[in-house]
């Protein structure tokens, strides 16, 4: 008797965590919606975000797009403990199970390496949806605030046949980091599947749509549909690539060219799906395009008759560069007769001819949008256009925009390097840069800044001795890349066309650093060798 009152005795009371909260992230969703449907920006900081300035934060939606299912003897162990939660919590529904089903699911890894064998095993056990699994399954969904118990909830929920939870997966589908399973949910629920998904398709632009997009090509489109694929739906965030092909081939894009005319807007966003088509590196492009060639023919022949903006002659540019090199790489233009390609050669050198671009690239310059100001610089190197005076006026404007500081320092010559060092040494903050090294890199709020200040490091290179207050401040810079900067800079300098502060600071700077590898190449540095 007191061998077993000892057992019960020396048993810990296991405590029972609480999951429902009254700033769920459904709710969080539900008060950032914007008048259009679409969520705005401050909804994608979730209310479990928990990193830091320095961490890699990922787009929402990447970990779960890009790993698999886990079938490692952990994650094994893993799913068999939580379906063994699920059946007690489907079958007697008590607190304890529900509290470590939960703590299971938020102290471990990603859900996305098994949560598909978890469900799967979850349908073999024909387990009794009421009166327990679906409301729980439904308040992990809705009524907490950790990611990973939302997306089991979202995903149990599209086992459970209960269409109520509806609405509620569609709001949630409108963050990236939920659609994935809210469609998927959908899949078992909507009654309206076609709509639903092109609905949410239409209010995301990350990885959220590219699965999406991916998936409603795989139902029966209506012509709507199709036209939204080739004029909106291959656009995100992350990069057109993923979706061209897809849309190009599902919203029949080579039927849509071969009218005698079309619009100004399919005339656009047929360049942009050509164009990301011919970069076969993240997605198939061209290469899986079997109507390619008739394609770029028929986009060549409206050209002649569009009003072109900057953007299409790039677009134009780009394709003439790609023809001359990719015939005899890419299957499906591999059959081009060369007289065939020879005249289309000429078409489009006919059309990028057939005006004076000049002015179009200095309004380009000028354009507060950055994806066309990207297209007139990239015109300008192509016509010849010196742009100097024009993004040097532009940083006088917007002294802490980084990407004109990358611009100034890349186009800067002669005398301009000496007005490029002042500026910098009297607009940017160097007091806030050069704080200290720390294992750091750079993302966050000061990102911009950091950027711009390895730009004018960068710059330095070629000019032994000058911006030395400015190499200083990158040796004590908290980014580990401005660092490294900076030694390569000294490197290249020579030892020789060092002050004695920089000597002091470098051998300073040998003792505290916090990177091994930068560690190591101020040892090179110092002792001659070659860096690594």
Known sequence: MNWIKSLFKNREQKAIMVWETEDSILDFLKNNIQVDGSLSDAAYTLPDEDKTDDEIKFAPGLLDALVGADSSEKSKSRIKVLVKLITRIAQKGDAQSKSDFYKEVTENESVIGVIDEFLEQLVERSLPIEPHLYHYANSLATKTKNRDAVKFGIAMLGLCQNKEPVEDLRVLGLHDEFTLFSSVALLNLSDDLVNDLWHLAKQVDGWGRIQLVE?????????????????????????YEYLALTCAQNGLLNEKLKRD????????????????????GPARGMSGYLEAPETLENYVQHAKVQDLSIVDFMNLHRIKDYLEDAPGKVETLKHWKQDELSDLLID?????????WTAEVYRGLQSADSFEYWNAKQAANKLGIEIWETVWSKLKQNPLDFSLWYDVTTNAQGGAVEEVIDFA???LPLDELGTGPKDSLGFGDDFQKHSALESVITLLADYPGKGEALILVGLDSPTTRNRNIAIRVLDKWKAGNWSVEITEKINRLREIEPNENTKENIERLLTGQKLA
Request: charged share 25%; net charge negative.
């Open 425 to 427: 040494l009297n607009h």
């Open 261 to 280: 005319t079309i619009s100004n807007d399919l005339f656009v966003s047929a360049g942009e799906i050509i164009v990301a088509l011919m970069d076969e």
């Open 348 to 356: 489009i050198s006919t059309v990028l001819h057939s005006q004076d």
């Open 215 to 239: 998936r409603l090509v795989k139902l029966e489109l209506t012509d709507e549909i199709r036209d939204w694929l080739v004029l909106e739906g291959y656009r995100n965030e992350i990069l």
